[in-house]
């Protein structure tokens, strides 16, 4: 480039020039300027990354190609949501002008004055077309439809001023009247689909952007919980939210994340790993029927239906025994079984639907004791007895079953549970009745039927999998300073000590309260039909989401 007049710009010499051959030096400094800083700043380069950063250089700086959005004051911005609704009925050329933004989809080229573009937005599709006797932009008007048939690429967000129109075959679109604005251009190849399990792990948006099955899994995720918070409330429940964080993660049996507060002496402190323990403060404060939506942390393993990270809902109430709880996860599970089913085909048509599942009420109901010992054909011990222990291990060694790692008598009741009771669960179904060593937060009884005693607890499990737990809660100070040493007998990882805070909250007295929790990942995986919970989390397990990070 050759222009004379800018060359005492490059010295100290010339002062006093002419401000239009200032402002057009200034121009070109600027420009080159942003060219050196987008190179400077393009990351690392594969072939195909280059070769479209020179492709779009060929046409502008890349610094001009993400410029701040204006909505033209004479063409109101419409989603293509709005506009699909508002001009679904129109049979010819509407004399409105508006503004649509979407991701290119599809790009047809027609011939070298007409192409035609498929934009997706929200889930929603239009027809662009891009018609060269029909543009009213005043200049280079040749050039920039050029150009940018040049670079238009699949992935592209682009900008369409224009009238909302039907082509001949019928087809509702947008008959474009400025050449489309490029808003951010797709450095990278869109495949049609993924298969590497590897690809779709670290880089969960190229996932998103070749299959509608993530986006279908957030919208079920969406309802479900959507519907949960809007039966509680409707059902005068409030709606609260309680720390993160503790001194003392307790609620369940679990080790915690730990992490340090430098703010406070650098005190050690805890990711919660159930919200129950905070809840029940509130209710011993006054509150009396009250819910949470959150997230808990537990630093043990991955797995198919386990993540350290997940979504629990849980509620507790006043005056509620257990079969008012049981009455009301009957009806909530239901009535959103229900819910799920009448949207299906609209929100999330690429998920399954529960094979074989019967939402009838009322669920199936199993008692804990009697089911293993039928199905075992041998009596348990008395449970509360000082060697129930070494007497369940016996009963391991005589049906020639695996025992489980740190094999404590809440360890081995579960694992018989798991082997005997939760295979029969497909339908809905309550498992009562649990031995009170598995329930140290619930209130307990002498079961007549079997002269152990028992918890006033219950869970539901589906298609053998757990999806509540709820309890009549034990409110006695007594009673449950007896239960947190019977814990320590087990020497259970995180049930290492007593919880000395909480039994002084008891001592101010809670009201009998019925309590409920659930796992909402599980039940976005029910009605997904997922069998893996790294399907239903946008960013996959703990081990994925670290993947993420480290990925170069």
């Known amino acids: ?10 010295t100290q010499a010339a002062r006093h020039l002419k401000p239009e051959h200032a402002r057009a030096y200034l121009a070109v400094q600027r420009r080159f300027v942003q060219t050196i800083v987008a190179d400077d700043y393009t990351g690392p380069h594969d072939v195909e990354k280059q070769k479209r950063l020179e492709q779009l250089k060929t046409v502008k700086p890349l610094g001009d190609y993400h410029p701040r959005l204006h909505h033209p004051t004479n063409a109101p911005a419409l989603s293509l949501r709005e506009f699909n609704a508002k001009y679904d009925a129109i049979q010819e050329l509407k ?44 200049h ?85 919980y959507d519907y949960i918070r809007t039966y509680f409330i409707q059902s005068g429940f409030l709606e609260v ?28 402190i805890k990711l919660r790993i159930a919200p129950e323990l905070n809840l029940k403060r509130l209710i011993v404060g006054g509150q009396d029927k009250i819910f949470e939506l959150g997230r808990s942390f537990r630093n043990e393993g991955i797995d198919g239906t386990h993540n350290p990270e997940f979504s629990t809902c849980e509620f507790y109430e006043v005056g509620a025994t257990l079969p008012d709880v049981i009455a009301r996860t009957e009806q909530l599970i239901h009535g959103l079984h229900t819910a799920v089913e009448s949207l299906r085909s609209t929100y999330f048509p690429t998920l399954d639907a529960p094979k074989g599942v019967d939402f009838t009420t009322p669920f199936a ?12 054909g041998r009596k348990l011990p008395d449970l509360l007895s000082p060697d129930a222990t070494e007497h369940v291990l016996a009963l391991f060694d005589d049906l020639n079953l695996m025992k489980p790692n740190d094999a404590t008598l809440p360890r081995l009741l579960d694992t018989l549970a798991e082997l005997y009771i939760e295979p029969l669960c497909k339908a809905p179904t309550f498992i009562t009745h649990h031995p009170e060593a598995l329930s140290p937060l619930s209130k307990s009884f002498l079961d007549p039927a079997t002269n152990q005693r028992v918890a006033s607890r219950v869970e539901l499990f589906i298609n053998g999998r757990e999806y509540v737990n709820a309890y009549e809660e034990e409110n006695s100070p007594f009673e ?19 919880d000395e805070s909480y039994l002084e909250v008891l001592e101010w007295g809670m009201p009998p309260t019925g309590g409920w929790g659930c796992g909402l990942d599980r039940l976005v995986m029910l009605f997904a039909s ?19 990070a480290k990925h170069k």
């Open 1 to 10: 480039m050759s222009l004379p007049f800018l060359r005492p710009y490059l």
């Open 365 to 376: 109901r199993l008692s804990f004791i009697p089911t293993i010992e039928e199905a075992t």
């Open 95 to 138: 004399p409105d002008v508006v503004t649509v933004l979407g991701r290119i989809r599809a790009i047809r080229i027609l011939s070298s004055k007409l192409l035609f573009l498929d934009i997706e937005r929200d889930t929603q599709r239009l027809q662009v077309m891009v018609e060269l006797k029909k543009l009213t932009t005043p």
């Open 530 to 548: 997922k069998k893996r919970i790294a399907d239903v989390l946008p960013f996959g397990t703990l081990r994925n989401v670290v993947s993420i």
């Open 241 to 268: 939210e309680t720390p993160m964080f503790d001194l003392n993660a307790g609620g369940a049996i679990a080790r915690p994340f730990e992490t340090v507060s430098n703010e406070m002496s650098h005190t050690p």
């Open 140 to 224: 280079d008007l040749n050039d920039q439809f050029k150009n940018f048939k040049k670079i238009a690429r699949i992935g592209d967000w682009v900008s369409i001023k224009g009238h909302p129109t039907r082509t001949s075959t019928g087809q509702l679109s947008v008959l474009a009247n400025e050449v489309p604005h490029i808003l951010a251009p797709c450095l990278h190849h869109i495949p049609e689909t993924v298969d590497n399990a590897e690809t779709l792990a670290r880089r969960p948006h190229i996932h998103a952007l070749t299959s509608d099955e993530p986006g279908d899994v957030l919208r079920l995720r969406a309802l479900i």
């Open 480 to 498: 449950q300073r007896r239960k947190f040493m019977h814990q320590l007998d087990f020497h259970t990882e995180g049930a290492g000590t007593i």
